[in-house]
């Protein structure tokens, strides 16, 4: 099973940008569509950006669009989330994963692969 090691968290002020990566332990190139996830202190864990195998399709929640980019490189087996104009309600634990769920109009149908232990985000007003 494939697991994930998140990493490029860290605390900004608000209005700041941070790139987070995401490393899989085995090859990314057969996942149809990656996401990165987030979740808050005492709320559930969100889906918030997906991209397609090559990259090509993209998908967000409406609360990161426009601020936020995810890609991958495949060749490197690596995800990443691009995030600017941070406010504090993005302050969360931030995971990548297949995508599975809604988002949208689009329901992903997958297993996840293995958690990671996130990478936390904190955003200062």
């Known amino acids: 099973q494939v697991q994930f090691v998140e990493s490029g968290g860290g605390l900004v002020q608000a209005g700041g940008s941070l790139r987070l990566s995401c490393a899989a332990s085995?090859?990314?190139?057969?996942?149809?569509?990656m996401a990165w996830y987030r979740q808050a202190p005492g709320k559930e864990r969100d889906l918030v950006a997906v991209t397609s195998s090559g990259g090509g399709i993209t998908n967000y929640a409406d609360s990161v669009k426009g601020r936020f980019t995810i890609s991958r490189d495949n060749a490197k087996n690596t995800v990443y989330l691009q995030m600017n104009s941070l406010k504090p309600e993005d302050t969360a634990v931030y995971y990548c994963?297949?995508?599975?769920?809604?988002?949208?109009?689009?329901?992903?149908?997958?297993?996840?692969?293995?958690w990671g232990q996130g990478t936390q985000v904190t955003v200062s007003s």
């Open positions: 994963n297949k995508a599975k769920g809604r988002l949208g109009s689009t329901y992903y149908a997958t297993d996840f692969g293995s």
């Open positions: 085995g090859s990314t190139k057969s996942i149809n569509f």
